[in-house]
C-alpha cells in the first residue's frame, strides 16, 4: 500500500522569505502522480502543483516550485517570496493506479 | 472555482438519522471521488465512480453507499449516522479513471449531533 509522509506538522516563515516543506511517499508502482494541494481557512483544496514521476524535470508553477528526488521517494514544496495569503494546510499527495493517498499536512503560518 | 459543485454546504442532523450529499463533476469528467476529512484530518479515501460504475473503494463503511448517475452527478449516502461521522466531505472529479489531477469541490459539512 502507499503510504504518504509529512514529517512537519507545522512550519512558520517571514513574509517576502522561502520556505521549503517536506514529503516522503512509498511505493512499488513506476507510474504515478504527486501532487501539493493547499487548503486555507476556507477549507477549499486548492491544487498547487503537479509532478509526473516519469518526469526528470522539477516542476514549477510561478513562486511554487518541487524538489523531486525519485530515488530517495522524496517531494518537497518550496515556495519563494512568500505571502500572507500563502497560510494554509498543506498537504501532499500520491496518485497511483488506484487512488489518491494524502500525507497529515504541514501547517504553514506567515508571520508579517 | 474548480468547477465542481457540491450541495448542500452545510447539513445539521441527529444521529440515527439518513443524509445523501450531491456532487457535480466538471464538464467533461467521468470520474467522481468521495472523500471524508474530519477536524483537523488528512483527507481520507472513500469511493470512486469512473462512467457510472465503481472503479475504486477505500475506507467506506457499510453504513455509506455512493452512485454515479447517468448525466455523471454522484450521489453520497449516509445511514445510521453517528457523532463520529461529522467531517467535511469532498468530492473531487478527473478526466479518466487513474493517472489524472484531481480537481474538488467546496465540500459539504455534515454535523450530526
Known amino acids: 500500500a502507499q503510504t504518504v509522509t509529512q514529517s512537519q506538522p507545522e512550519m512558520s516563515v517571514q513574509e517576502a522569505e522561502t520556505v521549503t516543506l517536506s514529503c516522503t511517499y512509498d511505493?512499488?508502482?513506476?507510474?504515478?502522480?504527486l501532487f501539493w494541494y493547499k487548503q486555507p481557512p476556507s477549507r477549499q483544496m486548492i491544487l498547487v502543483i503537479r509532478?509526473?514521476?516519469?518526469?526528470?524535470q522539477n516542476a514549477t508553477e510561478n513562486r511554487f516550485s518541487v524538489n523531486f528526488q525519485k530515488a530517495a521517494k522524496s517531494f518537497s514544496l518550496k515556495i519563494s517570496d512568500s505571502q500572507l495569503g500563502d497560510a494554509a494546510m498543506y498537504f501532499c499527495a500520491f496518485q497511483g493506479a488506484q487512488k489518491l493517498v494524502f500525507g497529515q499536512g504541514t501547517r504553514l503560518t506567515i508571520n508579517p | 472555482d474548480s468547477g465542481v459543485t457540491q450541495t448542500p454546504k452545510h447539513l445539521i442532523t441527529a444521529t440515527g438519522q439518513r443524509v445523501t450529499l450531491r456532487c457535480s463533476p466538471r464538464s467533461g469528467d467521468l470520474s467522481v471521488y468521495w472523500y471524508q476529512q474530519s477536524l483537523d484530518q488528512g483527507l481520507q479515501f472513500l469511493i470512486q465512480y469512473y462512467n457510472g460504475e465503481e472503479r475504486a473503494k477505500g475506507n467506506i463503511l457499510e453504513r455509506f453507499s455512493a452512485q454515479q448517475f447517468p448525466d455523471l452527478h454522484s450521489e453520497l449516502n449516509l445511514s445510521s449516522l453517528e457523532l463520529g461521522d461529522s467531517a467535511l466531505y469532498f468530492c473531487?472529479?478527473?478526466?479518466?479513471?487513474?493517472?489524472?489531477?484531481?480537481?474538488f469541490g467546496p465540500g459539504t459539512r455534515l454535523t450530526v449531533t
Open positions: 511505493t512499488s508502482e513506476s507510474d504515478y502522480y
Open positions: 473531487a472529479s478527473s478526466v479518466g479513471p487513474a493517472l489524472y489531477e484531481q480537481y
Open positions: 509532478q509526473e514521476a516519469y518526469k526528470q
